[in-house]
C-alpha cells in the first residue's frame, strides 16, 4: 500500500516537472543555449580574459568573480568533517583488523605508486588556470593516494596531526588574503597581483595562490575522513 | 534526451527515498537525486556548435564557447555532495553501534 | 540521427536501467556497485556536452572516495556476529 502510494506521489511530481521545465520560453531548447543574453558574454568578453589573465574561463568564475560562494563551499566541507571527526573518533584509537592481510610485496610497491599519484596532483593544482582541473580534483586525488596507502598496510596510519594543522593553516591563509585583498585595493578578494599574459604559468594574480591552498585544503579534509572510518577505539 | 533521463532520475531517486527501510539504501537515493540534478544543470548550457570554455591565447576569436556558469555551479555542487555522504554514513555507523541492525522497522521495536 | 543523438539515447537508457536495479536489488553491496556505475555514466555525459572540469572532477571523487566510503561502513556489520 505505501509502495503505491509512493509510485503515485512520484509519478506525479515527475510529470509536472517534465511539463513545466521543457514546455516554456523562458527556457532554451537542448542544444540551442544562445550565450548573448546571459551574463557569461560578459565573463567570456576578451577584453575582461585579458584583464584576469586566466585562460580556463570555469576558473575565472569560481574563484574570482564568484570567489566568495567558494569561502562558503570550504566552510560546508569543514563543518562535515568536523562532525564526522566528533561522531567516530576517541581518545585511544587502533585499526580495524579485517580478515586478510596484505602481501609483501603490495605493502612496499604501493609506497611507489604514492609518489606518483602525489606528483600527478600537483601538476593538476599548479595547472588550474590552463587546463582543466583546479584545486577540487587535485585535492581529492591527494586523498586518493593516502587512501591507497591505508587499504596496501594493515597497520598504517597517517600522521594526523600534522593534516589537521595543514588544514587549519590553509583555510587561515584564504581569508587573509581576502583580507589583504581589502587593504590594499578595494574590496574583499581582488585580484591584487599584476595579471600577466594569458596562457602563462605565472599569470592572473591569485588565482594559482588560492586554488594551491583550497586544494592542499579539501586533500587533508577528506584523508582526515578516511582515516576516521577505518580506525576504532581500543577496547582493551 | 539527457534532459528527460535526468530528470527521471531524480524522480527515481525521490521513489527509492519513500519506498525503502534500510538506512544505507536512503543515502544511495539521495546520492542518485544528487547525480540526475548535476546533469540537467549542466544541460541547459549546452551549444551543439560550441567547445569547450577554455581559451590557449588571445589570438583566436570567433568561437562559440558552451556557457561555463553552471559548470562552475555543479563544481561546488559535487564536492558538497561528497560531505554531505559522509556525515550520513557516520551516522550510520553509530547508529549500528547502537541498535544493531540498519532496517527502520526493526529500530521502531527495540525503543 | 547523428553521432550524437544516438550516444546520448544509449546513455540516457542505461542511467535509467541501472538507477532503477541501484534501488531495488537485494543485497546492498550490489546497490554501492550500481552506484558507482552510476557515476561513471555521469561523467561519459558530462564529455559529451563537454565540460571536462567537473568530468575530471566528479571521475576522482565518484569512483574512489564515495565508493570507498561505503564499503568501509559495509565492513563494520559483521563484527558482532563473528565474536
Do not use: C
Amino acid at each position: 500500500m505505501k509502495n503505491l502510494f509512493g509510485f503515485l506521489i512520484s509519478v506525479t511530481l515527475g510529470i509536472f516537472m517534465i511539463l513545466a521545465l521543457t514546455n516554456t520560453n523562458a527556457f532554451p531548447e537542448f542544444g540551442h543555449a544562445s550565450i548573448d543574453n546571459r551574463v557569461s558574454s560578459q565573463y567570456l568578453n576578451i577584453d575582461n580574459v585579458e584583464e584576469v589573465g586566466s585562460g580556463n574561463i570555469v576558473t575565472a568564475i569560481v574563484v574570482g568573480y564568484r570567489g566568495f560562494d567558494t569561502l562558503g563551499e570550504v566552510t560546508v566541507l569543514f563543518i562535515s568533517a568536523l562532525g564526522v571527526a566528533f561522531m567516530l573518533s576517541s581518545p585511544k584509537q587502533k585499526r580495524i583488523d579485517l580478515k586478510f592481510k596484505p602481501n609483501f610485496m603490495l605493502r612496499v610497491g604501493s609506497k611507489i605508486l604514492f609518489g606518483i599519484i602525489l606528483v600527478t596532483s600537483f601538476y593538476i593544482i599548479l595547472h588550474g588556470h590552463l587546463t582543466p582541473g583546479g584545486g577540487f580534483p587535485g585535492g581529492a586525488i591527494i586523498a586518493s593516494s593516502v587512501l591507497l596507502l591505508y587499504l596496501a598496510d594493515d597497520k598504517f596510519r597517517s600522521n594526523i596531526k600534522s593534516f589537521k594543522i595543514l588544514e587549519g593553516v590553509a583555510g587561515s591563509l584564504f581569508v587573509i588574503i581576502g583580507l589583504l585583498g581589502l587593504v590594499f585595493a578595494t574590496y574583499f578578494l581582488q585580484n591584487f597581483l599584476p595579471a600577466g599574459h594569458v596562457g602563462e604559468l605565472l599569470s592572473a594574480g591569485i588565482i594559482p595562490i588560492i586554488y594551491i591552498l583550497i586544494g592542499l585544503k579539501v586533500g587533508s579534509e577528506i584523508a582526515g575522513i578516511v582515516d576516521n572510518f577505518l580506525t576504532e577505539e581500543e577496547s582493551a | 534526451m539527457i534532459q528527460y533521463a535526468a530528470i527521471i532520475l531524480f524522480v527515481f531517486g525521490i521513489y527509492g527515498l519513500f519506498t525503502n527501510k534500510n538506512v544505507i539504501k536512503m543515502i544511495i537515493s539521495l546520492n542518485i537525486m544528487e547525480i540526475g540534478l548535476n546533469i540537467f544543470i549542466i544541460s541547459i548550457g549546452f551549444n551543439y556548435d560550441g567547445i569547450a570554455p577554455i581559451i590557449s591565447s588571445t589570438n583566436d576569436l570567433g568561437y562559440i564557447f558552451v556557457d561555463p556558469l553552471p559548470q562552475a555551479l555543479v563544481l561546488t555542487a559535487i564536492v558538497i555532495g561528497v560531505g554531505t555522504t559522509a556525515l550520513g554514513l557516520a551516522i550510520a555507523k553509530n547508529i549500528y553501534k547502537t541498535y544493531n541492525t540498519f532496517e527502520l522497522d526493526e529500530m521502531e521495536e527495540s525503543a | 540521427m547523428t553521432f550524437f543523438d544516438i550516444i546520448s539515447i544509449a546513455v540516457g537508457a542505461f542511467l535509467l536501467i541501472i538507477a532503477f536495479l541501484a534501488i531495488n536489488s537485494k543485497k546492498i553491496i550490489n546497490s554501492v556497485l550500481f552506484l558507482s556505475a552510476l557515476s561513471m555514466l555521469a561523467v561519459v555525459s558530462f564529455v559529451l556536452m563537454k565540460a571536462p572540469d567537473v568530468a575530471i572532477t566528479e571521475a576522482v571523487i565518484g569512483s574512489g572516495l564515495v565508493t570507498a566510503l561505503f564499503v568501509f561502513t559495509l565492513l563494520s556489520i559483521n563484527r558482532r556476529d563473528a565474536k
